[in-house]
Every structure is written in structure tokens, then in C-alpha cells.
């Protein structure tokens, strides 16, 4: 039987899906969380029948009053040690000076106020477990900025900016809070999101790059980081595929 909760939101998929199952494997009980149950729901029972240990939550992060309810539910779960703030994505790559604001508007929703959704209604929880951990997933994006990135290197500097701000105020208390960063992830979902469905646009990301970061290799840094002990805190942890040096600079095998 657990002895601690992981929370891990954009459970449905890619890193998420990925982490939950990291998680699960190092003992934790992962409370899945995504607007896609069905999906959280096959991953619990993949999860469970190989006797470990999750539930599914049904959560829209930039639902602010589903997150606190959210919050309020878990009460029957083991503590909550850990939240893995996942939940993400980006919506085209146009010009700053053509970007739809309705698009910035969505990318800041989720990644920025879904991130403090879900770190505010679950701060009580992990301050009072004595050892908790606020996992940001961020990105390069987070960081660098490159042409047509413009929404999702805001919003993702906004979700940044969350970490390292909360690091300072939770300082003396007892959550660290780590940032990952990953580059280049190919995952089933991001690009083609990013791309509205275009799958030939989404692949193209990746041509000729011989082998991007999987979501499982994020995974496994999420679980590294969140198994140091209590008082080590990776504070920021940058993970690119060895083609990618940069944004800019990303090796293609023609
Ligand atoms: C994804 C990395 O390079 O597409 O978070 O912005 S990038």
C-alpha cells in the first residue's frame, strides 16, 4: 500500500502518462488527472493490474473551481507529497505581429494559471504532508525565445517564472519546488495539437532528427528528481536531445 500521493496533471498522455507511470512505479499512489477520462482510465487499469497503485480524476486545470474541488476529494488518498504540474501545450506558430490573442489567451490559461491552479489548492496539502514537491513542467521555451514561438515561449516563461518565484516564497517551508525543462519530445500529441491535426506539418518537427527525447525519458528525470533526498532540490533541470544544441540548432540526418 502507498504510503504517499502523486498528483500528476495532463495524466491522458505524452509526459504525463509517462510520469504517472514513473510514479507509480517508485511506490507512489498517482492520482490521475485530465479532461480525458477514458484515457486516465485504461492508464489506472494498466496501472492496477500490474499492482500499483491510482485513481482518476477528471480536472480541467484552468477550471479554477473544479481544481479546488479536485483538491478537496483527496482526502481518502494517501498524503499528498508530490504534485507534477504537467498539464500544457501549444497553439500554432504564427508571428507575433498575426498571432490569433485567442490562442495566446488559451496558452496562458493552461499553462500559466493551470499551473497556479493547481499549486495553490494544493499547497496546504504538501506543506502539511512535511515533504512535499511542486514539480513545474516548463520547457526550453521556458527560457529561449525563437521565431513563431511566441504564445507558448510567453506562456511557458510565464509558467518559469511561477517556479522561480515560488521557490523564493516557499523557502523555509518544507515543498521544494523543482522546473523541468525538456526540448525536443516527440510525443503523440504536441506537435499535431501545436499544428491543429496537420500530421504532416506535426512530423516534420522531427525530420531527419535521429532520435528526439521521448516521453519517457522525461519521465524518468521527473522520478530521478522527485526521489533525491528531501533536502536536495533540483532547481532547474534542462533536457534536450543530443541533435538539439539549441532552438536554433538541431541536427538533421538527410
Ligand atoms: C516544447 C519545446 O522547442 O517546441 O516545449 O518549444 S519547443
Known amino acids: 500500500m502507498s504510503s504517499r500521493t502523486a498528483v500528476v496533471t495532463g495524466a491522458s498522455s505524452g509526459i504525463g502518462a509517462a510520469t504517472a507511470r514513473r510514479l507509480a512505479e517508485a511506490g507512489f499512489h498517482v492520482a490521475l488527472a485530465a479532461r480525458r477520462t477514458d ?40 498524503p499528498v507529497h508530490v504534485l507534477v504540474a504537467n498539464a500544457g501545450g ?92 525538456p526540448g525536443m519530445v516527440k510525443t503523440e500529441e504536441f506537435s499535431l495539437t501545436r499544428f491543429r491535426g496537420d500530421a504532416e506539418r506535426a512530423e516534420a518537427v522531427y525530420a531527419g532528427v535521429a532520435e528526439p527525447l521521448t516521453a519517457e525519458d522525461v519521465a524518468d528525470t521527473v522520478a530521478w528528481a522527485v526521489t533525491r533526498p528531501s533536502h536536495v532540490n533540483v532547481d532547474l533541470l534542462v533536457l534536450r536531445p543530443r541533435a538539439q544544441a539549441s532552438n536554433y540548432k538541431v541536427h538533421r540526418e538527410r
Do not use: C
Open 39 to 78: 484515457r486516465l482510465d485504461a492508464l489506472a487499469k494498466e496501472l492496477t493490474d500490474a499492482g500499483r497503485s491510482a485513481s482518476v480524476h477528471a480536472l480541467d486545470v484552468t477550471d479554477r473551481a473544479a481544481v479546488d474541488a479536485f483538491a478537496g476529494s483527496l482526502g481518502e488518498l494517501p
Open 90 to 181: 501549444a497553439l500554432g506558430t504564427d508571428p507575433v505581429a498575426t498571432a490569433d490573442p485567442a490562442d495566446w489567451r488559451a496558452m496562458y490559461e493552461v499553462n500559466v494559471l493551470g499551473v497556479l491552479n493547481v499549486t495553490q489548492a494544493l499547497l496546504p496539502a504538501l506543506t502539511a504532508s512535511g515533504d512535499g514537491t511542486v514539480v513545474v513542467m516548463s520547457s526550453t521555451a521556458g527560457l529561449n525565445t525563437y521565431e513563431g514561438g511566441g504564445g507558448y515561449v510567453a506562456a511557458k516563461h510565464g509558467a518559469h517564472v511561477i517556479a522561480e518565484t515560488l521557490r523564493l516564497e516557499l523557502n523555509g517551508q518544507p515543498v521544494r519546488v523543482i522546473e523541468i525543462a
